[in-house]
């Protein structure tokens, strides 16, 4: 990899896993998540980089998508929390995410379950690994604990100003496979429930622009934000009904409602292993 972009992906990793931590701390009763997505999106302009998609902080069933729109969602006692982050530097992406529990201890396995199924993940990638590998691993070690594995969520390759390229990390042994490459750059996130772990969608609050169009509003969020995703909050004075080939990020919830925990490191594969970024 060449060494601009390297530096790139590594000093986006140190920002990101920076502001994870410090955005843990501020997780409590009472507080609005918005107060926490506001600082984590702020807090990464302030270190140097660029939030790579609106702060993802989602609560219990929900598995990922949800961002904060105003004051009204508050941390309540007991709520698992996930924190989802990503900061990018010319393009470069570093995506990281954890777990935590508000006030209580009553899901320190299911969180463990995935931090331990993440660790599990990361000894196994080196050039030439199979991607069903790495989610055979993920799926034994979260029902090693006794949990389910949710299926649906993969991680995913990244690559300049792209937040899925192409290769997708099952969270299970899938019979699809691809072969990993020293160089490539990826995300790995295990989901772990106590549900069956399928998902539904629910609504949407983080949005992308899909193709180039000349409407002034398009024209407006494609300087901003470029193929990335943004959550209406960034876009104030822009209404979603007058973009045209916009995607929604629809809420992911797991099927039964039952409570997901989720973990997740960028990393570069290099011949023997990978360097974990985040
Ligand atoms: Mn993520
Ligand atoms: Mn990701």
Redesign the pocket.
Known sequence: MNEIVHNHYIDAGRIAARVREEAVSRVKEDIPLLEVAEFIENRIKELGAKPAFPANISVNEIASHYTPEDNTPCFKRGDVVKI?I?AHIEGFIA?T?TSIEVGTQDHRRLIHACEEALENAISSVKDNTQTRTIGGIIETTIKKHGFNPVRDLT??SLEQYK??AGITIPNYRSIFSQKIRKDMVF?I?PFATYGKGNIKYGKPHIYAINERSNTKANLRLRELFGPLPFTPRWAPGIRIEDLTGLREYLEIIEIGSEIVAQS?H?MIVNENGCEVIT
Request: aromatic residues 0%; glycine residues 16%.
């Open positions: 989802d990503g995506d995410a991680g995913h937040l899925h995300a996130e997740e960028t």
